[in-house]
């Protein structure tokens, strides 16, 4: 039998982003092995060593914005994962849940991915005032650690799926501030050569940081060769610089945009942004370039 394609995602299973996973690799023929890791971290880690081909992480939410860890990840600070690439891209509906052994009276501590807790602000705000919230890596360890607790007195906030997982109860359903709610999913995967430069097929990620804080205008500038070169801007982030030769408050400039090799002229717009990149900030990598999926 062919070797299997290996996908790493953050766990333990059930979580928001092996949903994610799931969609960006259907398995109807049985030629993906999922790979559960234990941090957003660790899935770039992964990538970055070859143990698996690709990796996907979350990377922005409708209601509570980026996902800090992933940006931090891109940030790429001690320059050890010079090798990952964005190369797709996925959107899940997220529907929240507050999932226990016991009642809702009974809890006492709430754990979740801190993304969770910042879609499901007015809930718990209602239902669950002054109760302990606490951060874990991910919804679906959540869920684990509250199935853990025989006092009945840990919940977590995840999804159906964690909640059956690990025998939970249903303590409230449907609990997102918004309906709408949705995240976006990156796949990542080893950069093989070629990629940089060479414009995206859809949209396309860069980093890069701006010379000096004492003029006006500088990231003005950059992003000014956007707007000349007709290029649509689809997100832009901005994380603590942090890397060698930074000082503190200069920051790392996140900027993703449309553009798509081989249709007319857009392939030459795309190198063309990438040379004024070059030439205009102090900085700056080329992070991927990927097909545009529908929402
Ligand atoms: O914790 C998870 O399940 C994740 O995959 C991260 C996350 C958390 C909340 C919404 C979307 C993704």
């Known amino acids: 039998m062919a070797e299997k394609t290996k996908v790493a995602f953050l766990g333990p299973v059930a979580s928001y982003s092996h949903q ?20 957003i971290r660790e899935v770039f880690d992964t990538v970055q060593a070859g143990r698996t081909e690709y990796g996907v992480v ?15 990840a891109l940030a790429d600070r001690q320059d050890d994962l010079g090798d990952v690439v964005v190369c797709g891209e996925v959107y899940l509906g997220v529907h929240h849940y507050l999932l ?21 602000t007015g809930w718990l705000g209602r239902n669950l005032k002054g109760v302990e919230m606490v951060e874990v890596s991910s919804t679906s360890r959540a869920a684990e650690m509250a199935s853990e607790d025989g006092t009945g007195g840990s919940a977590a906030v995840a999804g159906e799926m964690a ?9 409230g359903e449907r609990i997102e501030d918004r309906e709408d709610n949705t995240t976006r999913f990156f796949v990542i995967k080893r950069k093989q050569g070629g990629e940089r430069g060479e414009g995206g097929k859809g949209k396309n990620l860069v980093s890069f940081s701006v010379g ?14 956007f707007k000349q070169r007709g290029l649509n ?9 942090l890397r060698e030769g930074m000082r503190p408050f200069e920051y790392l400039f996140f900027v993703e945009f449309e553009g798509k090799d081989g249709e007319e002229g857009d392939g030459e717009r795309v190198r063309g942004v990438l040379e004024d990149l070059k030439e205009k900030t102090r900085g700056w990598r080329y992070l991927g370039g990927w097909e545009r999926a529908r929402r």
């Not at 980026?66 to 940006?71: A, E, R």
């Not at 909640?163 to 303590?171: D, H, K, S």
């Not at 000096?212 to 060769?225: F, I, K, Q, R, W």
């Not at 801007?233 to 610089?241: A, E, F, H, R, Y």
């Open 20 to 39: 994610a996973t799931k969609l960006a690799f259907p398995d109807e023929d049985n030629s993906h092995e999922l790979i559960p890791v234990r941090t």
């Open 233 to 241: 801007l689809t997100s832009i982030n901005s994380v603590p610089g």
């Open 58 to 72: 979350p990377f922005e939410n409708s209601t509570h914005g980026p996902v800090s860890m992933t940006l931090d």
């Open 212 to 225: 000096s804080h004492d003029e006006p205008g500088a990231l003005a500038e950059v992003l000014g060769c």
């Open 100 to 120: 226990g052994k016991g009642e809702l009276g009974d809890v006492k501590r709430v754990y979740s991915h801190p993304q969770a807790f910042g879609q499901t």
């Open 163 to 171: 909640g059956r997982m690990y025998g939970l109860r249903v303590l």
